[in-house]
């Protein structure tokens, strides 16, 4: 059985940990400097922990789920396990001066560590700096998903901005339009039957066939109401950016 040092206690780490801790793998240790995190998460799989670098125990692999500004001091402390981070932006050359064998192992998915997440049908992204250790990468992919893409840095940067937009800004306009309901005592709940059309739509058709509203009708006198009616000056801005841009990406007329 293949044992992994796990660098980190967050919410993919821990969506991480509760998957991969079996099918010929085991997280034999825990290393995060917040003590409160990696002694919950080692409970959570029956694992050690530790905070203190010095306790790092050698693996057959080291999986770094940590914030990506964090990703390069903490390789100093670690051991010349085969190694592998776990970001969407990070290039892999972060490892070149450090290590043997080292590669990518990044989730398609977002996480919450209070939601347990079943990643089999999370695409896994995975790239490594030479063929042996990427037949190890891949193998264990597969014991967690059954879809694994290999993907160099540049394009995987590419497909986590695409991420940024289609999941957090997409998540952001939701609490702007709850913020905007709220203050005028008005009950969000009214929008999800139109939020989860609008989601079910894009699994069958392609997005830039479901835009609708003021904006891809050009009726700029709806638009024009609107950005008058809007109190916050920041959502203004993104109303009419995000408007504008709608409007040159499409050429409907009505």
């Known amino acids: 059985m293949k044992k ?4 980190g206690s967050g919410n993919l780490a821990t969506n991480l940990a509760l998957n991969i801790n079996k099918k010929g793998y085991l997280i034999n240790q825990i290393y995060s400097p917040n ?31 940590i914030k990506d500004d964090e990703i390069k001091n903490v390789i100093k402390i670690l051991p010349k ?3 592998v981070h776990t970001s969407g932006s990070t290039s892999i050359n972060v490892f070149k001066e450090h290590l043997p064998d080292y590669g990518v192992l990044y989730p398609l998915q977002s996480f919450k560590k209070d939601i347990k997440t079943n990643m089999k049908d999370i695409p896994f992204l995975i790239e490594a700096n030479n063929k042996k250790f990427e037949k190890e990468l891949i193998k264990l992919a597969s014991s967690i998903s059954k879809t694994i893409e290999k993907t160099d840095s540049y394009k995987r940067k590419k497909i986590h901005i695409a991420a940024i937009f289609a999941c957090n800004f997409s998540n952001h306009m939701l609490v702007i339009a709850k913020q905007l309901l709220e203050k005028e005592n008005i009950s969000y709940k009214l929008l999800l039957p139109l939020i989860k059309e609008s989601f079910t ?4 058709t392609d997005p830039l066939m479901t835009q609708t509203g003021p904006a891809i009708r050009k009726d700029t006198k709806i638009i024009e109401e609107h950005l008058k009616s809007i109190d916050q000056d920041e959502f203004k801005v993104l109303y009419k950016l995000i408007s504008n841009n709608i409007s040159k990406t499409h050429d409907n007329s009505y």
Not at 4 to 7: C, E, H, R
């Open 4 to 7: 992994i040092l796990l660098v």
């Open 35 to 65: 003590k409160t995190n990696a002694k919950n998460l080692a409970k959570k799989i029956k694992s050690e922990w530790t905070s203190n670098p010095k306790e790092i125990k050698q693996a057959d692999i080291t999986i770094i789920a």
């Open 81 to 83: 396990n085969p190694t």
């Open 201 to 204: 739509r894009i699994e069958s």
